[in-house]
């Protein structure tokens, strides 16, 4: 079984990658720009922003691979935190193209090359359902994702390849250190840093990126995937929360814990 990773050099992606890597049964690329140096994965060099490594990289694959992609996991992303005001039209447009755009065209470039049973598992986050002032460009990202999912779903629904999504909540990765931070003119008072400690808080006494991972792999034996999944019990009933709550209302608690 032919398994596609995004993102696998850390993280998520890489507590990934070793889970699938450590089954026999999976032949695994991983697609990063930064090297990975594993046993059983096949490291390509690949920007997701470029559709030229895109496509080399799943040439790559499919003729070693006899045209054939099983499982497809899209995790590269980026995070970048700061009021809207403050982000450079540069920041903006490279969270999107790495985070949706790019995720976008590795599955367009995979698809013609799954069948039937094959499936897609895309990493959304809590913040897509529930956007995070301050963080607000990765939820438009990742809301994004979600409805990407969604509407794929069903597009291929009737060739029998299943679609899902996995929304991680706070996750104890490198991603908190490396997320950008946009600058802040002192408009907003300390209400920024203020934000942004909390959310790094969270992070850092998060589930392990390992959870998340086990999750992905046990979501990827599904015969029959559900629409998305969330990870972690506390985060499962915020969603559940904010589906049924007034908006106004949980737009104020999200203020009252972020902004």
């Known amino acids: 079984m032919v398994v596609v990773i995004t993102g696998g050099s850390s993280g998520i992606g890489l507590e990934t990658t070793k889970i699938f890597a450590e089954n026999k049964q999976y032949t695994v690329y991983i697609l990063n720009r930064s090297e990975v140096k594993l046993d059983n994965v096949n490291w ?144 907003y008072g300390d209400r920024i840093s203020k934000s942004v400690s909390k959310m790094e808080k969270d992070e850092s006494n998060g589930v392990p990126a390992s959870k998340v991972a086990k999750k992905v792999f046990k979501i990827s034996k599904k015969k029959n995937p559900n629409t998305y999944y969330v990870v972690g019990l506390s985060y499962r009933f915020l969603v559940f929360l904010s589906r049924i709550l007034p908006k106004r209302l949980v737009n104020w608690i999200i203020f009252k814990i972020y902004g």
């Open 44 to 187: 390509i060099k690949c920007d997701v922003t470029k559709s030229i490594d895109i496509s080399n990289a799943i040439d790559q694959i499919v003729s070693k691979e006899k045209n054939q992609i099983n499982l497809l996991i899209n995790n590269a992303g980026m995070g970048i935190s700061g009021a809207v005001e403050y982000h450079s039209e540069e920041e903006i447009r490279r969270i999107i193209d790495v985070n949706l755009v790019g995720l976008v065209n590795v599955t367009r470039a995979c698809l013609p090359f799954m069948k039937k049973g094959s499936k897609i598992i895309n990493i959304s986050s809590v913040a897509g359902p529930i956007s995070i002032p301050y963080q607000t460009m990765y939820s438009v990202t990742k809301a994004g994702v979600l409805a990407f999912s969604n509407g794929l779903r069903n597009e291929l629904r009737p060739l029998g390849i299943k679609v899902t999504s996995v929304l991680p909540g706070d996750t104890k990765t490198g991603f908190t250190a490396s997320r950008e931070k946009s600058v802040d003119n002192g408009r």
